[in-house]
């Protein structure tokens, strides 16, 4: 495969999944074979709750009866979530069908319910003396759980009374109240103006539009485009600014309520990544601005363009001639490209085909996008909408990605470690995809197809280690702010964003007026310290992908350990033993010289 004419692609159009041949739709009955036999499971939850609650006021009586009671829980979980996999994804595959969405109610609902119920159990936990649940970790019989009773131990410094607690937990709700707001004025009661094409066209404008917009090859669109869409929100600047401000103070409040030194320390404890993680990130990323500025005055080269602007930087630099690439070739190809992780790796992928985790092609009602999701006791499912390019076959790879490392994790730890967390979630994913990348790029004939995938490498780096660490510099320090008692302020927050911007995107970017006002429309400022994450895991990916294509098979190794690793460890640690080590610089300066050869080879080759 060569070149990919994704102009020309076809679309299978169903209009409903019977009409799908069954290798290209998952198949639940592996969860479930009937209804009946969900709802057999159903009626039993309530039996599940009530044994847990047998162990209430006897936790702490010795080991044999913490593990009945953790393995209570433990089949409560796995009951509940076996429920809601089969709900859930029966429901995704059309969501206009109200007795699937009733089921995915019914099973929260219950959920909900039991949660209500067993509200004693971690704060009984909590009541044990440390030195009690040091001997009972190590306690042979608790072998399964010493994780979980780790975990507990660490986070008792942290715990309040009962009754504190109790007045944190009554006050989450209407803490909860920033994002709701931010969500319901943006989504529900902001209208845009149309943007206007070059021809003097109107373009209705939405979230759903403005990224294609942005894309296109327009530039009077993605001008007007650009300019309405914030301009929409700059309206609304001062209420914006008041729902961050409380959504910070929120988070200030619980650091200091639960004795942390400071919000972004309390978002790190429960991944125990150090303070000097996040803010080497920052620093190692702004050592390398001058290579996104680089990259900012070879697009404006590339389009002809004589001034830069923020909406320019989306549009892809390389249109080459684009072919249909079937559903089926897209597989083949994610199969070479995995190759050098080696025989137990394809082995397993080959499951996700046979065992049919993944639905493919989209029919009328089935939920947007793509996802990887499965449970402990059911197949680690993906839904796609493939579309037969060159785009849907790299989502594919990240998706298996995904499905790979919970099968992987699944099948090597029990359940109580096996679930792996955001931190480390997207590693699997991206590293599937470099793969793909790189074994595209070394198949690759023509000039214009290793520059498309340049280009979109590229868009990768942008958007994942500079854009997202913008946004975590930017949070960290408006929650520093607050605490040390400065207002939060549409002006404050916008200059600080503005000068933000200034310094990403360097002297080539001309400086629009509305990109001050950015911020209020970026919904991962409610998330607590989350976008780091991805840029973390981005520039894993790098490391892992690139050493393993490479032949490196100690690596090679290591990054199945990991992938088997679950939560077993703390996140930094499961990646150490892997191999790479975030506390300190190096592997992000990895990361950055894969994109400046990327920018080097681009350079060569469109001269």
Known sequence: MDEVKM???????????????????????????????????????????????????????GALTMKEAFEAQVNLDLLIEKLYSYAHHSSDEDTRDSAKLGRV????????????RLSWFEPELLEIPVEQLNSLSRDPLLRDFSRKL??????????????????????????DGAYKAFSLLENADMKFQDAVDAQGKNCELNHATYGAYLESDDRELRRSAFGNYIREFSKYQNTFAATIDSHVKKQVFYARARRFNSAIEASLFSDAVPLTVYNGLIDTVNRFL???????????????LSEM?????????VKPTRTELPYEEGCRLVREAVRPLGEEYG??????????????????????????GGMYLTKPYILLNHK???????????????????????????????????FLAEVASTTNEMLLHFHLYEKAESREMKLYLL??????????????????????????????????????????????????????MKRHKNIRFEWSRIPHFYYNFYVYKYSTSFAAAQYFAKGIYEGDTKLRDSYLGFLKSGSSRDPIDTLIRAGMDLRGPEPIEAAFQVFEDALNEFERLSK
């Open 7 to 61: 102009d020309q692609v076809k679309v299978d159009q169903f209009s409903n999944r019977n009409e799908i041949p069954e290798a290209f739709r998952w198949n639940l009955s592996l969860v479930y074979p009937s209804l009946e036999s969900w709802e057999a499971d159903f009626a039993k939850v309530d039996s599940h709750v009530r044994r847990v609650e047998e162990f209430k006021g006897k936790l702490g009586s």
């Open 105 to 116: 109610d019914r099973i929260r609902g219950e959920a909900t319910k039991a949660g209500a």
């Open 150 to 175: 780790e975990l507990l131990i660490r986070s008792k410094p942290h715990q309040r009374s009962a009754e504190v607690e109790e007045i944190l937990a009554l006050a989450s709700e209407p803490m």
């Open 290 to 304: 001058p290579l996104l500025h680089r990259w900012v005055g070879l697009k404006k080269r590339v389009l002809g």
């Open 309 to 317: 602007e923020i909406f320019d930087q989306f549009v892809p630099m």
């Open 347 to 372: 082995s397993a992928l080959e499951k996700a085909f046979t065992e049919r985790w993944i639905d493919v092609f989209y029919t009328p009602g089935k939920r947007s996008g793509a996802y990887s």
């Open 388 to 422: 037969h390019n060159l785009g849907s076959t790299f989502t594919l790879a990240h998706e298996l990605g995904h499905s790979l490392h919970t099968h992987f994790s699944n099948a090597s730890q029990h359940y109580t470690t096996a679930n792996y967390p955001i």
């Open 455 to 508: 280009d979109h490498l590229f868009t990768q780096f942008r958007s994942t280690l500079y854009r997202q660490v913008q946004f975590a510099e930017f949070e960290r320090d408006i929650h520093a702010m607050v605490e040390r008692g400065e207002p939060l302020t549409a002006e404050s927050l916008s200059d600080h964003f503005e000068s933000l911007n200034a310094r990403y995107y360097g002297p080539e």
